[in-house]
């Protein structure tokens, strides 16, 4: 389809990890990005990763891209109340011009 | 300025008026881009700039809304004659290059009634 995919709601305890999935459209897209959302705030890039590249470590996240399947993970160790938020997949689109869409994000809720 | 800033940051207004949202994107970006969140929804694109130019149209949901940049600095969005589905957080962001980090603004919370 012509969207990216997330799953709306996704609910751990305090200091399991989570796992939030993303489906997205375009094989020629280079950078795909995560980017969180707080209450009330905007949104603030949290990683992307390059097309060419399998896997991104950065502290407690986790990056993982599967580009045969056009899917993207993103991984969050040791989940903490301050991780609850809305998580935003989002691609760059290279073909019909450089726009980048986002999924509709997920509501990552944590109980402590 | 230090981030990139939207103005005003909440809209009340009539159906049928015009509105113009304004945003200032962080200084040297010239790229700028232009999203939509309605309620419990995602972001839905609907333009973006290089420059002052904008390639691709194609997401403004109808020829009720309208955008310019000029001085590859400040854009405006306009929404005639609003309708209540134009009720929405209007976002602006910027990045330096197209393929760089896009950094976004606050947000305009427009409400139609």
């Known amino acids: 389809g012509e969207d990216v995919e997330q799953s709306l709601f996704l609910s751990v305890r305090e200091g399991d990890s989570s796992v939030i999935n993303c489906t997205y459209t375009d094989s020629s897209s280079t950078y795909l990005y995560w980017y969180k959302q707080e209450p009330g705030a905007g949104l603030q890039l949290l990683t992307y990763?390059?097309?060419?590249?399998d896997m991104k470590q950065d502290q407690r996240l986790t990056v993982l891209l599967n580009k045969k399947d056009k899917h993207l993970s993103l991984r969050i160790a040791d989940t903490q109340t301050g991780d609850s938020a809305i998580y935003f997949c989002a691609e760059r689109r290279n073909t019909g011009g450089f726009k980048t869409i986002f999924g509709a994000g997920t509501r990552l809720f944590v109980k402590a | 300025g230090a981030g990139v800033s939207q103005s005003p940051s909440n809209k009340v207004t009539e159906k049928g008026k015009d509105v113009e949202l304004r945003c200032d994107p962080i200084?040297?970006?010239?790229?700028l881009y232009w999203y939509r969140q309605r309620l419990g929804q995602g972001l839905e694109f609907l333009i973006y700039f290089q420059g002052n130019s904008a390639p691709d149209k194609s997401g403004l949901p109808s020829d009720r809304f309208s955008a310019e940049r000029t001085g590859e600095s400040v854009s405006t969005l306009t929404i005639q004659r609003t309708q209540q589905e134009d009720s929405a957080v209007y976002l602006c962001?910027?990045?330096?290059?197209?393929?760089?980090?896009?950094?976004f603004g606050q947000g305009t919370r427009l409400t139609v009634v």
């Open positions: 990763i390059f097309s060419n590249m």
């Open positions: 200084s040297g970006h010239t790229a």
């Open positions: 962001a910027s990045s330096l290059l197209m393929n760089t980090e896009a950094f």
